[in-house]
């Protein structure tokens, strides 16, 4: 068995943990990040009514549910 003392066992066990705890946060933080940006993506205003609405299957046109008009996406929002 190795021998060290209580102090630096216990430095260590709370200088990995800090460590793992950092790398999770920025993880966590990436991926927030990520997942916002594809909602903004999803993102459509309709031009003739200016009523703004989600539709995540549209690629390049989507049909507003207020007016029921197509409408092809002019440029990032
Ligand atoms: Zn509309």
Redesign the pocket.
Known sequence: MIKIEINLAVALYLGISIIILLIWIVFEYRKDKRVKEKNYNNLWQ??????IYIDSRAETISR??????L?RREEKM
Request: some cysteine.
């Open positions: 309709c031009p003739i009514c200016f009523h507003c549910p207020k007016c029921n008009t409408h």
